[in-house]
């Protein structure tokens, strides 16, 4: 198309600009979709908006409101915290194990494959309808079957101290998402790693740590990061399941946010509320970010950064 | 090979061609104001679910068919339908027309009805049963026309009265007749409980069992210190959190409709909602008014389901004009088997009076005349609601029970 | 590898226990579905209905526009799903294999997207997919998939970056461009990966019910979980349908599921070579 004398200078021209018609798409979709719907809910957040009627300029108010006045607010975020750290950790571990069965060279494993896989098939709606029609300590199967068992089990529903641990039985249900995605990285793992490393006398615990982990910490990150999003806004099972309760044992920062907008009406309050939230997974999940160049390492980058070289 | 790739690339090109167009050709013109044959276009939003939605469309078809410049379309939102109508009102897109039981924190978007009522006349008004146009009001102006009302009675399960050859319970009992039935209905190895209540009851709900009593959870000017931690209002929630010590009753996860349709509840304690349900289900229940404290008859509060009309609709007189349709007679004799109808004139005609059921819901409504829930009072109820929520169930959870006194006297500040 | 027996019964044991977690909701669920209404709330429960009625089901679909809701879901799944995986590969891509400015703070800006919480957004997203007049079409639930998103772009990078460097500087080599490189070499190894992408997406989208609920308005546009949830009411829950359709509901994924196995078991390096 061109001579060849300019060919060069286009080139790295065509090299600066490359990258940016790559990820294009998703800036365009920003700016049209998601950036004035952001701006507007952060402005929105120095209004006193009740939806129906008018909106009224409060400046910082919604935010002293919530740091000052609404106990709520820190009952809330605590929770949500606690949650966090049991369902993360957790939720990551079970996937993990659970990818690993189901890389076993065993018969039948592509039954269990679907079987494990099944309940992230189905909607959040559909789980929390399904898990509250057997937790509840009246007519609820669970209890039924401990009872037949010589168990009797817990006021799942109604016990605040057990309350939580529904929650996490009812999330941890659908650990399917997360299996697949460590089992593709783990199938992407090439077979002559593992071969080279048995050679060496390596078993297979040693091999799991020095090249399957190693291998797949970028999906952990992936996982890290997304288990903290969707854990620290954890809504439907909360609305649906327990609505908050016993006690508001289960009341959520996500449902804290969804009752103050649309129980409550208070829109302006709730973008307060929810701007507050955003910064802190942001920042939560920037330490991670930063904290993973010490721990995952990309295929991509090893001759340049020299580091986990490994298996090649 | 490079052919094979080019097919399917043209395979797949057409599918999504087609899929695009589809999907395309399937956005309507609902926004648009006229449709294109010129009709005054009305969105209806509706909360039902389930046949009741069908049976409110077959009505709107013969609306549609009798009214030939107005086209009404049904909008079924189901259990979610008060995020939706916020998101709508938020975003200055609400429907036309709506059903609405929330008016105070609804009216700010409304149109105000007086002026279409008084245009119809002071009989058309009087049809109405009085006690609902406060239900549909707000500070004295009407907001919604009643479409529908529940006020709330005993359920009880008559085989399991049978069973202990107890007798069934007659209008004009108190509460202590409610307890020693319980007691006797109670058969622990059976797993059979007297009467059952929600353990997290609805604030809106409770306050008729005050009333009841003599009491409420505020005063006319919003004041609950003297009013929810009253003498009489102690003396009810103990009596309720009694009832659990002395295990003649339980309290329940849900409304307490699934645990009596389990046949293991005697008694419980709700609307008209259920009437189909256990019908269905197969339960032999009777219904019987609220009991009372003794001097004075009980009270209900009543959950009325009414129509209102946003302010910000293009087509007002066309609105009214099917609010109309939907209220009157007809409409409330098609809806009979799923709503109470709100019409004097309905109730006369279709002999609801003598009906051995629905007549104990319409005893109940003339009963609670004159009864203002605090809901209407008060600036913020849906904040105060969540407060009383929260202590009610501190005074009915068994890993709590706290003293009824005690909660209560914690609401004040 | 040889496996010993004792090896494979401790395995057989943990895959049954765990299977027992995950199978038992759906069995409850069938069983469930195919009792009378007066066995669902029988007490001691039974474990299985005198006569299965298979008829539950018609009764469930037939009780609303199913057919309409089953086609409606299928065109938002499958044009959400190709929008999804041609905007995020590319996206996915730029991000992974090049160097340039302001490359992290925008990553960063991509991944802050998966944190804004919808309830505050969503009014305004509203009033714009009004004014854009999409309101009560499938639009709105579809075009935006056309522009990625982060969570499909975040994963997708993840995988990209653990492929060695110099594949692309060989193929640079060679003389091909920049578009070339990534249509001709990288699309085939991320196989495994946009798999996955797929899936995922499908089910999200199939069983997103906020965004449906939030932007269609009557009847004609609605989506199956739309339709699963209108058997719950205010009041009531109408339990046989729902376990029904539940059950339903699941059979599309689980057999774009089934397809999909085979290429994530190919994994990504299976390509490579």
């Known amino acids: 198309m061109f001579t060849k004398k300019n060919k060069q200078k286009k080139f790295t021209l065509v090299r600066k600009r490359v990258p940016f018609l790559f990820i294009l798409p998703w800036i365009i979709g920003f700016i049209v979709f998601t950036l004035g719907p952001l701006v507007f809910s952060l402005i929105m957040s120095l209004f006193d908006w009740p939806i129906a009627g008018e909106a009224k300029f409060i400046g910082f108010d919604n935010f002293s409101t919530m740091f000052t006045a609404d106990p709520q607010f820190y009952d809330s975020l605590w929770i949500t915290l606690k949650f966090a750290l049991i369902f993360v950790p957790l939720n990551l571990l079970v996937a993990l194990v659970l990818a690993l069965l189901i890389t076993q060279p065993i018969k039948g494993i592509k039954v269990f494959r679907t079987i494990f896989y099944l309940p992230a098939v189905v909607s959040g709606v559909a789980v929390s309808i399904i898990w509250g029609w057997m937790f509840n300590s009246e007519y609820g199967v669970l209890n039924y079957i401990l009872s037949l068992l010589g168990i009797e089990g817990p006021n799942w529903l109604i016990d605040p101290k057990w309350a939580i641990v529904t929650i996490v039985i009812a999330s941890a249900w659908g650990v399917g998402s997360m299996m697949l995605i460590f089992y593709t990285d783990i199938k992407g793992i090439p077979h002559e790693m593992y071969e080279a490393a048995s050679i060496d006398g390596a078993g297979p615990i040693r091999q799991f740590i020095s090249i399957t982990i190693p291998t797949i910490t970028p999906t952990i990150l992936f996982n890290v990061i997304t288990s903290v999003i969707a854990a620290l806004q954890q809504l439907t099972l909360v609305l649906l399941l327990t609505g908050g309760g016993p006690l508001k044992s289960t009341y959520f920062y996500g449902l804290f946010v969804y009752n103050n907008a649309f129980k409550h009406h208070e829109l302006g309050y709730a973008s307060a509320n929810a701007w507050f939230m955003f910064i802190i997974i942001l920042l939560l999940t920037m330490l991670i970010f930063k904290s993973s160049s010490a721990w ?8 340049k950064e020299k580091k986990g070289g490994k298996g090649k | ?19 695009l167009l589809s999907a395309c050709s399937s956005s309507s013109d609902t926004n648009g104001e006229k449709a294109e044959d010129g009709k005054v276009k009305l969105r209806f939003a509706t909360w039902d679910v389930g046949d009741d939605v069908d049976l409110q469309q077959k009505l709107i078809d013969q609306f549609n068919a009798e009214n030939s410049d107005i086209e009404v379309v049904l909008e079924a939102y189901g259990g979610d339908y008060d995020t939706k109508i916020t998101a709508g009102i938020g975003a200055k897109d609400a429907p036309d027309i709506m059903y609405m039981w929330n008016y105070p924190q609804y009216k700010d978007a409304l149109e105000p009805l007086d002026s279409y009522i008084e245009d119809k006349g002071e009989e058309y008004k009087g049809n109405f049963y009085e006690a609902l146009w ?34 069934y319970p007659k209008a004009g009992w108190t509460w202590k007749d409610l307890q020693e039935t319980a007691k006797k209905l109670t058969d622990k190895d059976k797993k059979i409980t007297g009467f059952a209540f929600p353990g997290k009851p609805d604030p809106y709900d409770f306050e008729m069992y005050l009333w009841g009593n003599g009491a409420s959870y505020v005063d006319s000017k919003g004041n609950l210190d003297g009013n929810i931690n009253s003498k ?3 003396e009810t929630f103990t009596m309720f959190q009694n009832m659990l010590k002395d295990e003649i009753a339980i309290t329940t996860e849900g409304w307490g409709d699934t645990e009596f349709k389990t046949n293991r509840v005697g008694m419980f304690i709700n609307g008209a909602w259920y009437l189909e349900a256990f019908k269905e289900a197969g339960i032999n229940y009777g219904v019987v008014e609220i009991p009372s404290f003794g001097d004075k008859p009980s009270a209900s509060i009543v959950s009325s389901s009414g129509i209102a009309m946003s302010k ?26 799923f709503e109470l109808p709100v019409l004097k004139s309905v109730v006369e005609s279709e002999k609801l009076q003598e009906d051995p059921i629905k007549s104990v819901f319409y005893s109940m409504l003339e009963q609670s005349e004159g009864y203002n829930p605090t809901s209407f009072v008060t600036d913020d109820w849906s904040k105060l609601s969540d407060d009383l929520s929260l202590v009610f169930e501190e005074i009915f959870n068994p890993s709590t029970r706290v003293d009824p006194k005690e909660a209560l006297n914690s609401v004040i500040k | 590898m040889k496996l010993t027996r004792k090896y494979k019964f401790i395995m057989y044991s943990i895959l049954v226990l765990f299977s027992l977690y995950f199978l038992f909701p759906f069995i409850w669920a069938l069983i469930t579905a195919l009792k009378t209404e007066g066995e669902v709330f029988s007490f001691p429960p039974k474990f299985i209905p005198d006569v299965p009625l298979f008829s539950n089901f018609m009764d469930a679909w037939n009780s609303q526009p199913f057919g309409i809701y089953f086609k409606n879901s299928m065109i938002v799944t499958v044009l959400t799903t190709i929008g999804q995986l041609i905007s995020c590969s590319l996206v996915a891509y730029g991000f992974a294999r090049y160097d340039f400015k302001y490359k992290n703070f925008l990553f960063i800006l991509l991944l802050s997207t998966m944190m804004i ?3 505050v957004t969503m009014i305004p997203l509203y009033m714009e997919f009004n004014l854009f007049g999409w309101i009560n079409t499938l639009k709105p639930l579809i075009i935006p998939a056309f522009f990625g998103s982060a969570y499909n772009i975040f994963l997708l990078r993840q995988f990209l970056m653990n492929i060695p460097k110099d594949l692309e500087n060989a193929a640079r080599i060679d003389g091909a461009n920049e578009f070339q490189i990534f249509y001709k070499i990288f699309l085939p190894i991320m196989k495994a990966p946009l798999t996955l992408i797929a899936v995922l997406n499908i089910i999200l989208v199939w069983n997103d019910y906020l965004g449906p609920l939030i932007y269609l308005n009557d009847q004609s546009k609605y989506t199956m979980a739309l339709g699963l949830a209108s058997f719950q009411g205010v009041h009531e829950l109408q339990i046989i349908p729902i376990m029904a359709m539940t059950l339903v509901m699941i059979i599309p994924p689980v057999i774009v599921f089934a397809f999909a196995q085979k290429y994530i078991v190919e994994g990504i390096s299976g390509s490579i070579k």
């Open chain 2, 232 to 234: 009489k209002a102690i």
């Open chain 2, 134 to 167: 406060n239900y549909n009001a707000v500070d004295g102006d009407v907001y919604g026309l009643p479409v529908g009302y529940t006020t709330h009675v005993v359920y009880y399960n008559k085989d399991l009265f049978d069973e202990k050859g107890i007798e």
């Open chain 2, 1 to 19: 090979m490079k052919v094979q790739k080019k097919m399917k690339l043209f395979f797949l090109f057409t599918i999504i061609a087609t899929l």
């Open chain 2, 312 to 337: 910000d609709s293009k087509h007002k007189e066309a609105a009214f004009k099917f609010m109309e349709f939907w209220t009157g007679e007809q409409a409330n004799k098609e809806r009979l088997s």
């Open chain 1, 296 to 303: 995952v390492f990309y295929e991509a980058e090893v001759k």
């Open chain 3, 117 to 119: 919480p919808w309830d």
